[in-house]
């Protein structure tokens, strides 16, 4: 009989296989920050429990971890890393040092089935969901790889999760085709890593039903969209996910979600040159984002051997910048970082062809 892995547990189920085990309801409360806060990586390393009992677990259950299978630092410091799965698919993670945060960007799916022409990740098509604990455990492996960044930061994270201060769902897959999972993993990052919503973002292609049903199951997370494109038709070439949910029942969906007076949508948008980033884009979509408390980063878009766009001369996307701050929409030009690694927005393709 196969053990079992208990990181792949859920509360109730921990609970449960407490129960099956004949121990007291305790273990199982002992167990969880064991590996959320102290991050054990097998049973033996639960040394509050006797060698015995530890002994008597081990035989049936186990503790799974992510294989670290690459490691890569940026000019810019910016990491990368390839993380080998039980069945032998991979994943990448990205760590983006700045001056007061360290965000890790986490991916959700092995590959993606969203095939958005401009995304690297698109082009590899989706091999299969992540469980919630492939998802946490990105979170997990990075923190013990990484030295807490800012020392004077207050530990952010029960057991001090090394420097990661914002946690962000950008990285591969589509976490709303995968909700599920990721809703349980949101709450394992929350509840049992202690890890604050406000310092997580999710980002989606714009699966419209699916972020009222965010917004139901995991209220206060931030979202992000990326929008990329001010007019059905621009959208409907970058991205087919507009042909089922067109930009008027996305934005209908954002206009829905139930913000605390000091929150905003993150609206995100990839310029392409002479694809989406013209004045009457930039009109065009001040006139789309009316009345949705937002902020928009604009993405330079990041080029990748084979791709047919390229990116916006500066002017261009300062120009684009300076219609939407005329009109008081917050707008940031994200520097992309990461490049020389192909770590930047979406350019993770783990080991795939
Ligand atoms: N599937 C989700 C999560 C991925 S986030 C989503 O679509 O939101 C990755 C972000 O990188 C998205 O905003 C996407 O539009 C952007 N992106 C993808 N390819 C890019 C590229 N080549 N250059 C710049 N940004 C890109």
């Given at each position: 009989m196969s053990k079992i892995n208990l990181k792949a547990l859920s509360k109730a189920a921990m609970e449960e296989f407490v129960k099956e085990q004949g121990l007291p309801a305790y273990r199982a409360k002992q167990i969880l920050p064991w590996i959320y806060e102290k991050k054990a990586e097998s049973?033996?390393?639960?040394?509050?429990?006797?060698?015995?009992?530890?002994?008597?677990?081990?035989?049936?259950?186990?503790?799974?971890?992510?294989?670290?299978?690459?490691r890569q630092v940026s000019e810019d410091g910016t990491e990368k890393f390839l993380f080998g799965l039980e069945d032998g698919e991979s994943i990448e993670s990205v760590l983006i040092p700045d001056e007061d945060r360290h965000t890790l960007c986490i991916s959700?799916?092995?590959?993606?089935?969203?095939?958005?022409?401009?995304?690297?990740?698109?082009?590899?098509?989706?091999?299969?969901?992540?469980?919630?604990h492939e998802i946490v455990d990105q979170i997990i492996a990075v923190s013990r790889l990484v030295k807490p960044i800012i020392p004077s930061h207050p530990p952010l994270l029960k057991g001090g999760t090394g420097g990661i201060t914002n946690i962000v769902f950008m990285?591969?897959?589509?976490?709303?085709?995968?909700?599920?999972?990721?809703?349980?993993?949101?709450?394992?990052?929350?509840?049992?890593?202690?890890?604050?919503?406000?310092?997580?973002?999710?980002?989606?292609c714009g699966?419209?039903?699916?972020?009222?049903?965010?917004?139901?199951?995991?209220?206060?997370?931030?979202?992000?969209?990326?929008?990329?494109?001010a007019t059905d038709e621009v959208r409907n070439r970058l991205m087919s996910i507009n042909k089922k949910y067109p930009i008027?029942?996305?934005?209908?969906?954002?206009?829905?979600?139930p913000l605390s007076p000091r929150d905003r949508i993150t609206f995100e948008y990839v310029m392409i040159d002479g694809i989406n980033d013209s004045l009457s884009d930039?009109?065009?979509?001040?006139?789309?984002?009316?009345?949705?408390?937002?902020?928009?980063?604009?993405?330079?878009?990041?080029?990748?051997?084979?791709?047919?766009?390229?990116?916006p001369s500066d002017e261009r996307v300062l120009a684009f910048q300076e219609i939407l701050v005329r009109e008081k929409i917050y707008t940031f030009i994200r520097k992309s970082k990461g490049q020389d690694i192909l770590a930047a927005c979406g350019q993770l393709k783990a080991n795939y062809k």
């Open positions: 049973i033996e390393d639960i040394t509050e429990f006797s060698r015995e009992l530890r002994k008597r677990l081990s035989d049936i259950a186990y503790i799974s971890n992510l294989k670290l299978l690459k959700s799916q092995v590959g993606c089935a969203m095939s958005c022409g401009f995304c690297l990740t698109g082009g590899i098509g989706v091999k299969r969901n992540l469980k919630a990285g591969m897959g589509e976490p709303l085709l995968n909700l599920d999972e990721v809703v349980e993993a949101l709450h394992r990052i929350t509840e049992f890593m202690g890890f604050s919503k406000r310092r997580i973002t999710l980002s989606t699966i419209a039903p699916k972020i009222t049903e965010l917004y139901r199951r995991a209220p206060h997370v931030n979202l992000a969209v990326s929008l990329n494109a008027r029942v996305l934005l209908d969906a954002c206009r829905k979600i930039a009109k065009r979509l001040v006139t789309l984002l009316r009345g949705i408390p937002s902020k928009v980063n604009l993405i330079p878009f990041n080029p990748f051997a084979g791709s047919k766009f390229k990116r």
